[in-house]
Antibody, heavy 116, light 111 residues
């Protein structure tokens, strides 16, 4: 059974940093691209970042470029999102999702709240 | 403002057929990139409903169907049921942005 479990969310002050993790199981993690997608309270889905299976290709939404860094460790079946210079508008549930042009599996999400 | 445009809300009575539209541009849907649809029930993660314009993942009832034409795509639900009440999102890829794009979502209300 495919499982994606996010962790690392929490309350952080504006300008602070947070590192999200996503533990994958039930599939060959090293064969798939992965995405981070977020959803602000009461709002729609927003793509944040993508990383290819071998980390050769990495893409970011303009809203997070220069502040967020996506990475993965295929040996640990894990995906990460390092978030720096956090802003109030980064407050959202962050989902990791397996990606093959579409996302067929999603984690349950982890809530990041940026507030003073 | 989402790159893909969806109506904010759609409603229908049980048993009826409803459709959801998703309008893009020449850099995403019109460029030939596939459209995918997700269903998000309240308080849960999105679930893949339709992939590659018209394909249903295993376990998705055939009441759900998708199509694509030009710069737009649509999702249809026939035989509407109360449990279909959810938010529906379309997704594609945009070559100008070099990234995944979502529609703003459509909230389905079953009357």
């Amino acid at each position: 059974e495919v499982q994606l479990v996010e962790s690392g969310g929490g309350l952080v002050k504006p300008g602070g940093s947070l590192r999200l993790s996503c533990a994958a199981s039930g599939f060959t993690f090293s064969s798939y691209s992965m995405n981070w997608v977020r959803q602000a309270p009461g709002k729609g889905l927003e793509w944040v970042s993508s990383i290819s299976s071998s980390s050769s290709y990495i893409y970011y939404a303009d809203s997070v470029k220069g502040r967020f860094t996506i990475s993965r460790d295929n040996a640990k079946n894990s995906l990460y999102l390092q978030m720096n210079s956090l802003r109030a508008e980064d407050t959202a549930v962050y989902y990791c999702a397996r990606y093959s042009g579409y996302s067929d599996y999603w984690g349950q999400g982890t809530l990041v709240t940026v507030s003073s | 403002q989402s790159v893909l445009t969806q109506p904010p809300s759609v409603s229908g009575a049980p048993g009826q057929r409803v459709t959801f539209s998703c309008t893009g541009s020449s850099s995403n849907i019109g460029a030939g990139y596939d459209v995918h649809w997700y269903q998000q029930l309240p308080g849960t993660a999105p679930k893949l409903l339709i992939y590659d314009n018209s394909n249903r993942p295993s376990g998705v009832p055939d009441r759900f169907s998708g199509s694509k034409s030009g710069t737009s795509a649509s999702l249809a639900i026939t035989g509407l049921q109360a449990e279909d009440e959810a938010d529906y999102y379309c997704q594609s890829y945009d070559s100008s942005l070099s990234g995944v794009v979502f529609g703003g979502g459509t909230k389905l209300t079953v009357l």
